[in-house]
DNA sequence: GCTTTTGTTGTTACCGTGCACATCACGATC
DNA sequence: GATCGTGATGTGCACGGTAACAACAAAAGC
């Protein structure tokens, strides 16, 4: 907990007052400008209505004294904060911090500030991490899927903040949303797989139990199922192991099991679990695509740079990040409320040499 | 730039104060509770001077109303922001995201918020990020090495905000610093080549030109260049070309120059280049580690699952964040200032295969 | 029984800035 | 020459909290 801070100095300074801190506020500059307050903050904003040696003289206030406006008393007075909140699982995944940074770059422009949190997978954080930044007051709030608890959609809804739901295409969106379909990804990619011929299909991911849950994951994981039912095959070589996040291990560990079970294409749910497939396979001395075919997604940069490079599936977090920055600033700036936007970016099969090809 | 909010509801209102929004206040939490304001205050922040009747009645209330305080007008009132600022150069790097993440974990337990900005190695940015920043008023400022430019740190001088500086070891710290010296990983990586034997040593790292410089990585080819030195060796095999950050692309397009020069042993300034080019040489046939013995820095993950896994140098991000968190919470809960504290994580040779044994 | 201490709650005065409105000088308009 | 903009600047107050201090009742000490 962070303490109150100590008084320490209460009786050093001797006066009443040693609440100041030594900054030099708005009012030192005005005083060493000779102008009012007003002046200064008018100056500062740019706000054009000062006459041009007037802000010059205000100016050389603000460099002489080094003077940094402070956010906090403007955005209670201005009841704009200029934080822009974004809630994710981790800032450890390409994706995602891919997503927060061309979230970044569109509001850098517009000197919005990006307030991070991520929960880890947990839901308690979520609800901890959800209130923390409502105490922020952001000007929209922009989150990586739904959220799980109750609790944080009923903070979430009264905060009356535009919400923004990124990645993930939830069925019910609680405001705008903007991403793709997981779902989509898995039926793509056994439609993939089943369409070059290969008959036993397999797929990997990481286990549904446990406190943590990858639920994007476990979407590709039905989606991918329902197209296999879809064309009549058996599902049962979808196999779900291990903790999420997924990772190289994960992949690795799962080879023998689908060298047990004579599967002749594996979809992984993610890139990284797949490359640990390719690896783990090369040290076996089991071929790459022409014993066993590996499709994985996200795109990542690893997947492009080993042998053979990895088909996957790739979707644009950055150009997600970036949609999702003009879109924030649509709704801040803009007079009306816009009605829930609905945006799919889309996805595409990147063919590479993982998987072998038909024939 | 932010516009001013439209006044759109001028008219609509009619009330001559529109100025409040529609969230309840402390105000009216301690209305419905029928106590004071700052028993409510008091209340939220867990001082204990309350009666448990009274702080249940009070929370009842600002469950009641789903009450969130305004952190900006507690920050203000208090002096104390509970902001953390971290300014890194991209957020795309496992490392630096490694350290952010074990800061966070620390640093969440005291309800500290981090306040992410990054310059994308870029000089311009760096100031206008750190005026951003500062105009926050965070408790303590944690930077990835030095500040380049002179305004920059005027600033920071000015701002009396405790520095911490991460990752580097700066020769003239600002303020305390917590990491390791990348001088030495170069001598590091140097002596464990020449130590095995090796004849043709080389290194390979961005160019120092153009207007993005990794210094970083430079002070590592510095320490590789003298430690070569001083074993009476040629340094022409220190191979600088192409833009930072370096990635696969980089060391796999430098390849046929190691290749030219036959070189025998090759120093990455980045595990992520050699990835790149133990990628290359299996796509040529070379055999890593027989006819070249690579060796990197960070030991990303890649490094690990790859064939053959990849000798690189270690140094625990996460831990440097940790200890960068503490740190903090003893500088900010502390009744003194702490003496400048220079904190050396340390660094370590992980042997894997991809360099060759000696003999 | 009176003073002192302790524990709980209330009052006042800010924190540093921006909005709405007021003011003032000055030139244009009639 | 009085009126009316118009552009530049100033004034008062509110934003939503908290620190410091005051007030008061109940318990403790003598």
Redesign the pocket.
């Known amino acids: 907990m962070r303490r109150?801070?100590g008084?320490k100095s209460?009786i050093a300074t001797g006066t009443?007052?040693?609440?100041?801190?030594g900054?030099p506020?708005?009012?030192d500059v005005s005083r060493l400008a000779g102008?009012?307050?007003?002046?200064v903050?008018?100056v500062?904003?740019g706000l054009d209505?000062?006459?041009p040696e007037?802000r010059d003289r205000v100016q050389k206030a603000i460099a002489d004294l080094g003077y940094v406006?402070?956010l906090a008393?403007?955005s209670?007075?201005?009841?704009r904060t200029g934080f822009i909140a974004l809630m994710l699982p981790t800032l450890t995944n390409a994706n995602f911090s891919a997503a927060a940074h061309g979230l970044t770059e569109v509001l850098r422009a517009a000197d919005y500030h990006l307030l991070i949190a991520y929960t880890d997978y947990s839901v308690d954080e979520e609800e901890r991490q959800l209130r923390n930044l409502l105490a922020r007051r952001p000007e929209a709030i922009v989150l990586t899927g739904s959220l799980q608890g109750r609790t944080a959609s009923r903070l979430l809804l009264a905060a009356d903040v535009p919400v923004i739901e990124i990645a993930d295409l939830p069925r019910q969106p609680i405001g705008h949303s903007i991403g793709f379909s997981n779902y989509e990804v898995g039926r793509t990619a056994a439609k993939y797989l089943l369409g070059r011929g290969f008959q036993r299909v397999g797929a990997i991911a990481s286990s549904t139990e446990g406190d943590v849950l990858d639920h994007r994951g476990e979407e590709r994981m039905r989606g991918f199922e329902d197209e296999l039912q879809q064309a009549g095959r058996p599902t049962d070589l979808v196999i779900r192991r291990g903790r999420a996040p997924v990772s190289h291990e994960h992949g690795a560990a799962l080879v023998p099991t689908l060298l047990e079970r004579k599967v002749d294409a594996v979809f992984a749910v993610s890139d990284l679990s797949a490359v640990g497939v390719v690896m783990e396979c090369q040290r076996r001395g089991i071929r790459v695509p022409e014993d066993l075919s590996v499709m994985g997604f996200g795109d990542f940069e690893i997947g492009r740079c080993i042998n053979p490079p990895l088909t996957t599936i790739h979707v644009d977090f950055k150009a997600l990040g970036q949609r999702t920055g003009q879109l924030i600033l649509e709704l801040v700036d803009g007079e009306s409320d816009r009605s829930p936007q609905r945006i799919d970016v889309g996805l595409r099969v990147i063919e590479r040499a993982s998987v072998r090809a038909p024939g």
Do not use: E, H, K, Q
Request: no cysteine; proline share 9%; hydrophobic share 35%.
């Open positions: 109150p801070p008084n209460a009443r007052r040693a609440r100041t801190t900054r506020t708005i009012r102008v009012s307050r007003m002046t903050s008018r500062i904003r209505l000062v006459l007037t406006p402070d008393a403007g209670l007075a201005s009841r």
